[in-house]
């Protein structure tokens, strides 16, 4: 569920830019301004402000906050204000170029979202690049995690709930004696993880926990200093409990010394309209602090205002 907070009834669009346009003017940037109308409108609310305002201003809004804005806060602005398909291909672009072994975001774009918005990000990618993702993700990777990525950001899965039981069981069986074997990046243990419906992931899952007696995480877990077990481990997390995944990445951001600050605005700008409700239950569940606390502990001015709009703050 979504935590943004859009007005009833929405201004209209042509003073939304107005307002813009004047938080832009004369010494100094309004910042709650922006906060007060980027942070409560959802996508093709910002879509529409977008168009407006380059057709009134003759200028890309996204230019204006690039000039205006500095720092973290420029950087949620700016991801917040992306369209989803053109913010996912950005992140995908900046993953690839910084590429390694730890890096999942990749991955995270390929399996938490729906088989059409990853085909949206992927046409997004090659408007903005003039390449695909896939051949950018094949360059910049290597063995194991190439063997993955690969096949996980040109997936097209089928999104439906029909499960085919007796194939959940046979492929449970495979996933299972790969494993045993040490065989991680054997081709049938990515196949089903790159290829099968989430739905049918989730019920080869299912199956493979009851018949074999362990979480698949849990056997995933022989080496914790592994990097590509690590990985494996977060795309089953993403394909069937992305809010157990999400709550992960936010409480790394925010515990470590110095904040992610990176990780801390991509989920919050990527999550805020799908399920940062769930996520920030999840956070408090885990660490039995609400998310909004620690993100006022952890963040300071804007940016922290921006951040606490965007997850449904009451005071933002």
């Known amino acids: 569920m979504s935590t943004l907070a859009v007005p009833e009834p929405v201004p209209p669009v042509a003073d939304d830019c107005e307002q813009l346009r004047k938080a832009f003017a004369g010494w100094g940037t309004n910042e709650k301004l922006i906060i007060s109308i980027l942070g409560h409108r959802n996508a093709a609310q910002r879509k529409l402000i977008r168009q407006t305002y380059a057709e009134t201003y003759g200028e890309d809004l996204l230019k204006a906050l690039d000039r205006e804005l500095t720092n973290d806060f420029e950087r949620l602005v700016v ?59 094949a360059h910049h990777t290597t063995g194991d995690y190439r063997k993955l990525l690969v096949p996980l950001v040109s997936s097209y899965r089928y999104d439906g709930d029909e499960v085919n039981m007796n194939l959940a ?40 926990k009851n ?34 995944y999400f709550e992960k990445v936010l409480r790394l951001a925010i515990n470590r010394r110095g904040t992610d600050e990176g990780a801390l605005a991509r989920v919050v700008a990527t999550r805020a309209e799908v399920d940062m409700k769930f ?28 951040l606490l709009a965007l997850i449904g703050h009451v005071e933002a």
């Open 211 to 244: 018949e074999f007696g362990n979480d698949i995480n849990k056997d995933l877990k022989t080496d914790p200093k592994d990097e590509f077990l690590a990985i494996l481990r977060a795309t089953v997390k993403c394909l069937t409990r992305p809010e157990k």
């Open 79 to 137: 991801l917040w204000t992306l369209d989803p398909a053109e913010r996912d291909a950005y992140l995908a672009n900046e993953a690839t170029k910084r590429w390694t072994s730890s890096n999942q975001v990749l991955m995270e774009i390929a399996c938490t979202r729906s088989p059409q918005q990853l085909l949206l990000a992927r046409q997004a990618y090659h408007a903005r690049y003039k390449k695909s993702l896939e051949e950018d993700v």
């Open 169 to 208: 069981k046979a492929e449970a069986k495979i996933l299972h004696e790969k494993i045993s074997g040490k065989a991680y990046n054997h081709e049938d243990l990515i196949r089903i993880l790159a290829t099968r419906s989430k739905a049918q992931v989730n019920a080869t899952l299912n199956h493979y």
């Open 279 to 306: 996520i920030s239950e999840e956070y408090q569940r885990r660490n039995s602090v609400p998310l909004d606390h620690a993100i006022v502990k952890d963040t300071t001015g804007d940016y922290e205002k921006m």
